[in-house]
C-alpha cells in the first residue's frame, strides 16, 4: 500500500522545531518542508512525517504542550486538466505518458526527467511550464519570499575552478566583516520586515566555529530572526554546535552530481564527503538547501537530470539553480556562459520533480537578464534573496562576473511582473516610500 505522509503546522517557528526535535528525539523520522497555503501562514515550515508516526507524534506533542494548529495529509498532488484534446495533438507518445503521470501524482523518473529536459517540442515546453507554476502555487502558494544575504568574507581557503573568490585568485580584494558590521547590517534587514537573514561567506578560518556561534547567538537573541548559514563544509559536531545556536537553515550546494565533473571543479572537496555533510545537516534538523550550476564544461542533460533526482532522494527543502557565470582570474573565467532558458527550464522541472520546496529565483539569472528573474518565478522559483552586505564590501564578493546586487525595489519589480505578492511582513514603505505594490 502506498506510504501516506502528514504535515504538522504548529502556531510559530520556534515551537515548530519545537515539535522537530521532540519528535527527532523520540526516533520519529521528520523532514522540514515549505508549510502548505492552506494552514494560512507565509511561507512557514511544517514537520512532515509518515501515517504511521501520527499517533506517536500526537501523544509527544501533547506531552510537551507544544502549540500546533493544523495536522493534514500531504496529499499526493495531482493536476487535473494538463491534458486536453487540443494539446493532445501537437505531443508525443512519450510526453503524453509523462503527463499521465504527473496528473496522477506518480514520481517521475530518471528518463521522464530527462525527456522534459530535452524536448524541443513549443507545445510540450508551454506544458512543462504551465504544470510548474500550477504546483508552485498549490504547494507552497503565491507570496514570494524575502530573504536578505550578508556576505560577511571573501577569504577562502578552497580553489573551486569556476569561483571568483578562490584562494588562487590574486585580483580578489580580500574582507572579512566585524561582528559589529554584521549586526549592524542584520538590524537593516530586519528593519526591511525581512524574517530570515542568510550569512554567507568562503570557508574564513577567521570565522571559526566558536566565533560564528557567538553570532547566530547574538542574532538570535537580539533580532529572533531566523538565520540561514552557507559557510562551508564542517564537521558534524560544528553543524550541531551551530544548530543548537540557532541557526536554522543551511546552505551547501552539490553543483553538480556528476563524480567527476565534481572531482575537476573542486581540487580541495570530496564527492562522498560533501554528500556526509548535507546528510549530517538533515539529520540535526536544518532546513537543508543545495542546488546546481547549469552550463558546466562537459555537463549534459542527463547530469541534470541526476541533480533533480538527487534533490528529491536528499529532500533538499530550498534549491538554488542558476546559470554557469565566468568569474575573472577563475580557471574558468574563458568558459561561455550558460543558458537561460536552460536554467529556466531545470527550475520548472525541479519544482515538478520535487514540489513542496523553495526555489529561489537566483541573484545569478538577475546578473545576466533583469526579466529572468520574473521569468523563473513563473517558472515555479518563490523566492528572492536580496544582497545586502554593505557597498563598501559588495564588489569584492564577486563570485563570478557582474554580479546584480539585487535590492528590494528590484525584487519587488520581479514580483509585481510575474503578478504575484510580496509576503505581508515587508515593511515596504519603509523600503520605497510612495510606490504601490502587491502584498499579499
Ligand atoms: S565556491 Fe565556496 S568553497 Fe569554493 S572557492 Fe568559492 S567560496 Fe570557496
Redesign the pocket.
Known amino acids: 500500500m502506498e506510504q501516506r505522509f502528514f504535515l504538522i503546522i504548529a502556531a510559530n517557528t520556534a515551537q515548530m522545531l519545537f515539535a522537530d526535535r521532540v519528535l527527532k528525539a523520540e526516533g520519529i523520522n521528520t523532514q522540514l518542508v515549505p508549510a502548505p497555503p492552506e494552514s494560512g501562514t507565509v511561507c512557514a515550515i511544517a514537520v512532515k512525517i509518515s501515517q504511521d508516526d501520527v499517533e506517536a507524534a500526537k501523544r509527544l506533542i501533547a506531552v510537551n504542550s507544544v502549540e500546533v494548529t493544523h495536522i493534514l495529509e500531504d496529499k499526493r498532488m495531482k493536476l487535473q486538466g494538463l491534458l486536453d484534446e487540443k494539446l493532445a495533438q501537437g505531443i508525443t507518445e512519450d510526453f503524453l505518458r509523462i503527463l499521465e503521470r504527473i496528473e496522477s501524482g506518480q514520481e517521475l523518473d530518471r528518463s521522464d526527467i530527462l525527456y522534459l529536459l530535452s524536448t524541443q517540442r513549443e507545445k510540450e515546453i508551454n506544458t512543462i511550464f504551465s504544470a510548474a507554476d500550477r504546483i508552485r502555487k498549490e504547494t507552497v502558494g503565491d507570496a514570494v519570499e524575502i530573504r536578505g544575504a550578508i556576505e560577511f568574507s571573501n577569504y ?1 581557503r ?3 575552478s569556476y ?1 571568483g ?2 584562494s588562487s585568485n590574486k585580483c580578489v580584494k580580500r574582507y572579512s566583516m566585524s561582528e559589529e558590521e554584521i549586526m549592524e547590517a542584520v538590524h537593516s534587514v530586519k528593519a526591511m520586515g525581512m524574517k530570515t537573514v542568510i550569512l554567507q561567506s ?2 574564513d578560518s577567521r570565522w571559526d566555529t566558536p566565533r560564528l556561534v557567538r553570532l547566530v547567538e547574538r542574532i538570535r537573541n537580539e533580532t529572533g530572526m531566523k538565520i540561514t548559514l552557507s559557510v ?1 563544509e564542517k564537521s558534524r559536531e560544528e553543524y550541531e554546535q551551530l544548530r543548537n545556536a540557532g541557526a536554522v537553515n543551511f546552505l551547501l550546494k552539490i553543483e553538480t552530481t556528476n563524480r567527476d565533473l565534481f572531482a575537476r571543479l573542486h581540487p580541495d572537496d570530496d564527492y562522498d564527503h560533501r554528500l556526509q555533510c548535507s546528510l549530517w545537516l538533515k539529520e540535526l534538523g536544518y532546513l537543508n538547501g543545495s542546488g546546481n550550476i547549469i552550463g558546466l564544461p562537459g555537463q549534459t542533460l542527463d547530469d541534470i537530470a541526476g541533480d533533480i533526482l538527487y534533490f528529491k532522494e536528499m529532500g533538499i527543502n530550498m534549491i538554488g539553480i542558476g546559470p554557469f557565470i565566468p568569474a575573472e582570474g577563475s580557471r574558468l573565467e574563458n568558459h561561455p556562459t550558460g543558458d537561460i532558458d536552460l536554467t529556466l527550464r531545470v527550475v520548472a522541472v525541479t519544482r515538478i520533480v520535487c514540489k513542496r520546496v523553495y526555489i529561489p529565483s537566483t541573484t545569478a539569472l538577475a546578473s545576466l537578464d533583469k526579466d529572468a528573474q520574473v521569468k523563473a518565478l513563473q517558472a515555479g522559483a518563490n523566492t528572492i534573496m536580496l544582497i545586502n552586505t554593505p557597498e563598501r564590501y559588495r564588489k569584492s564578493y564577486n ?1 563570478y562576473n557582474n554580479k546584480n546586487m539585487v535590492d528590494m525595489a528590484s525584487a519587488a519589480y520581479a514580483a509585481e511582473k510575474a503578478g504575484r505578492p510580496l509576503p505581508s511582513y515587508i515593511v515596504w514603505q519603509a523600503v520605497n516610500p510612495g510606490h504601490e505594490c502587491i502584498v499579499g
Do not use: R, T
Open positions: 577562502c578552497k580553489d573551486c569561483c573568490i578562490g568562503g570557508e562551508g563570485i
